[in-house]
Nanobody, 121 residues
Framework: QVHLVESGGGSVQAGGSLRLSCVASASTNCMAWFRQAPGKEREGVAAIYRGRTSTYYTDSVQGRFTISQDNAKNTVYLQMNNLRPEDTAMYYC?????????????????WGQGTQVTVSS
């Protein structure tokens, strides 16, 4: 069992920045960020695989968000810049993907409780 604890959410104005952190209790093969806005489906935001340099993003955050990891601390970060009101959502950390592509939420074994991000115009 791997426990995930997110932090760093909050309220900002459009154009502002936030950095989310997710600490895992053990190392996993992949860590990702998902988000879910009220009335919408959960969507993959970004992912990073342990031991790889490649990172993955959904189109709407490409160039604004950066995912990174500190393997020694089993921690993944999501730096979010130039935030938009449409980025408002609950952000969840996910870890340990069993198969499929990074944005497929059904294949992650572990999830955090979520951290709220609210962007006002």
């Amino acid at each position: 069992q791997v426990h995930l604890v997110e932090s760093g959410g909050g309220s900002v104005q459009a154009g502002g920045s936030l950095r989310l952190s997710c600490v895992a209790s053990a190392s996993t093969n992949c860590m990702a960020w998902f988000r879910q806005a009220p009335g919408k489906e959960r969507e993959g935001v970004a992912a990073i695989y342990r031991g790889r340099t490649s990172t993955y993003y959904t189109d709407s955050v490409q160039g604004r968000f950066t995912i990174s990891q500190d393997n020694a601390k089993n921690t993944v970060y999501l730096q979010m810049n130039n935030l938009r009101p449409e980025d408002t959502a609950m952000y969840y950390c996910a870890a340990d993907i069993t198969r499929g592509s990074w944005y497929m939420s059904q294949y992650y074994n572990y999830w955090g409780q979520g951290t709220q991000v609210t962007v006002s115009s």
